[in-house]
């Protein structure tokens, strides 16, 4: 029942050149302003931020940022509300929503990260559509977790999910871990790899593996492959961080703060399904 979001996979091909996917497409949006190439140049031959002109409007602030990363993230949590109590009212039309939802989400977020110049109201449809299917998703776990005789999974889940980001927020902010090359590089293979068996452990689900589960029900491999996705999704946080701290030092519109708040917001439920899965399959094999 986990999600397969798509920037996931947007994520690394566009992480080729050494930055979070955010930043690629704002850089293209840098690009169509029509100063991008000497400001690219720069940054990248002379190591050394632009502070330039970026055309026309104003320029994107960290307050921009935060202010539409929590306007997105207010939005999700709404709908999830809303998505939570149509499922447990009417489980066959939940399980309808949590179908459509996904297939959704998934249109919407490779829209999102593909368009050179972002649409704000398109992004507040992704956090519309994606609230909705973590609210019926976050509902199924719970009954599976209720029949495992283990509730409060969902809570739980929702905390770890906000330390984590606050742990790697604080980790980035100190320098204690860098976005350099080669970690991005280590990033861009491991999530890779992941998402090769994240799909092969779909296809083997179908066919019972792990308790329809896949790989990640099988025994010790499935709960290590479980923390691995925790791991991965946690530290994409800081390719995120250094997306956001890049954009505004390029400069880049203002309009693009919406960009690094769904990137932000994609990481988050990315990260929040994988603790929540994590918990279950642990109850699960208590």
């Known amino acids: 029942m986990q999600s397969r979001n798509p920037v996931l996979s947007k994520l690394g091909t566009e992480s080729s050149n050494g930055s979070g996917f955010a930043y690629d497409e704002g850089k293209s949006a840098f690009q169509a302003a029509g100063t991008a190439t000497s400001a690219q140049a720069q940054f990248d031959t002379m190591g050394q931020p632009y502070t330039g002109p970026v055309g026309v409007g104003a320029r994107m602030t960290m307050n921009d940022v935060i202010v539409k990363s929590a306007i997105l993230l207010i ?16 489980p066959s039309l939940g399980m309808i929503m949590l179908v459509g939802t996904m297939f959704v989400g998934m249109g919407l977020g490779f829209a999102n990260s593909l368009m050179k110049k972002i649409n704000p109201v398109l992004v ?7 609230g909705l299917f973590l609210g019926a998703i976050s509902f199924q776990y719970n009954q599976i977790n209720l029949s495992n005789n283990y509730p409060g999974a969902v809570q739980q889940a929702i905390i770890g999910t906000f330390v984590a980001f606050a742990v790697m927020l604080a980790l980035y902010g100190t320098g204690i871990i860098k976005a ?5 590089k280590m990033m861009m293979i491991a999530m890779f790899s992941y998402l090769a068996i994240g799909i092969v452990s779909l ?8 308790g329809g589960w896949g ?9 290590a492959l479980c923390a691995i996705g ?3 999704a946690a530290f994409s946080l800081v390719m ?12 880049l519109p203002e309009r693009e703060s919406w960009r690094m708040g769904f990137g932000l917001l994609v990481t988050l439920i990315w990260l929040y399904l994988e603790i929540l899965r994590l918990i279950t399959i642990v109850a699960s094999n208590r």
Do not use: Q
């Open 240 to 251: 995120d961080f250094e997306a956001i701290s890049r954009g505004i030092e390029m400069g």
């Open 180 to 184: 350099s090359p080669r970690f991005k």
């Open 124 to 130: 507040l449809a992704y956090a519309v559509v994606e």
């Open 75 to 90: 939005v999700t949590i709404l709908f999830a509300v809303v998505g939570w109590n149509i499922t447990s009212n009417n």
């Open 230 to 232: 925790v791991a991965l």
């Open 203 to 210: 296809i083997s689900a179908l066919f019972g593996v792990g």
């Open 215 to 223: 790989f990640y029900g099988v025994g010790a491999f499935g709960i």
